[in-house]
């Protein structure tokens, strides 16, 4: 039974932190505890535990304008942070984890604006069919969470621009993202802030339990080991690298031949690469096979890889230079 609640708000917009803070809180939760831990990120792409990075998100550009790529623990679908949406996590032990419970402190706050919102589908939380909530949960032994989003303000522009994946052909066995349509709140109650927001939230959250609401007590906070999750959250290995086979597919015809590429990407590497072609010369098609092979599977390194592939002539040297391109393409 849950005798203890208490509330603890990140200071951080980094996601990394946020999501170590998070998994430390959940294997600091007690028996009889109940936390509510709110956070925000700012320009982040989350992806669920189980998906190909590459295909739900436009990694390159996303990193490239400053932003970032985080994996969750939890299962689901790709998500779009920023200062709009206001993400909240429920944290407690498996014998006390309810959903339906945890659920209700979100409708209710909302409610309490004066927007009807209802619980749609096993995931979503949605006013008017337009969801501004999607939810996923996590356990591991007795710890458990239930997380999620509440779109405030959220930048539907951003949303789009990131989680669009070129029609490039792609095959996965990742788990992919069904999109939804998506609401913010302050298109019903436009004076709505996160901190109004974050105050309605804890409000519920006392009503709810039928507990007095507590902050997290600070000395129970350990900044060293804190910081070595969300080290873990950043790093290639955890974003990129998890294993999840996909392959890519692309062919375009040049002024020399027509050019296939197929590439087969495990564990964040190229593992296998396929070039087909009806060029008169081979050399460099079986230098580019091999030179791309093992690569890690990033823009800057597969195209520094092809840049470094020697010719021997100026039909090599632009057929290198369309090779370039095409590889490109992918990101």
Known sequence: MIEKLYTIESGSLNPYLNMGLEEYLMYHTGREECILYLWQNERTVVIGRNQNAWKECQTEELEGDGGYLARRLSGGGAVFHDLGNLNFTFLVRKENFNV?????????????????????????ITVDGCKFSGNAY?????????????????????????????????????VDSIRSRVGNLCDWAPELNRERMAEKLKEAFGVCFGLPVEDFPGERLAGEEISRLAERFSSWDWKYGRQIPFSKE????????????????????????????????????????????????????????IDGIPT??????????????????FF
Do not use: P
């Open 100 to 124: 339906e419970k945890q659920t209700e402190v979100i409708l209710r706050a909302v409610n309490s604006l004066g927007i009807h919102a209802e619980k749609s589908g096993r995931n979503d």
């Open 312 to 329: 021997d002539n100026a039909m090599q040297a632009r057929m290198k230079n369309d090779i370039c391109g095409l590889m490109e393409s």
């Open 250 to 305: 692309t062919e375009e015809r040049f002024s020399w031949g027509e050019m296939r590429i197929q590439l087969r990407v495990d564990g964040g590497r190229i593992q296998e690469t396929r070039l087909f072609t009806d060029a008169l010369d081979v050399e460099l098609t079986e230098r580019a096979e091999k030179c791309l092979s093992g690569q890690v599977f990033q823009k800057k390194a597969v195209l520094d890889a």
């Open 138 to 174: 996590f356990r591991t032994g007795d710890y458990c969470y239930h997380h999620g989003t509440i779109l405030l303000h959220a930048d539907r522009e951003l949303m789009e621009k990131y989680l669009h994946v070129s029609d490039k052909k792609l095959e996965s066995k990742g």
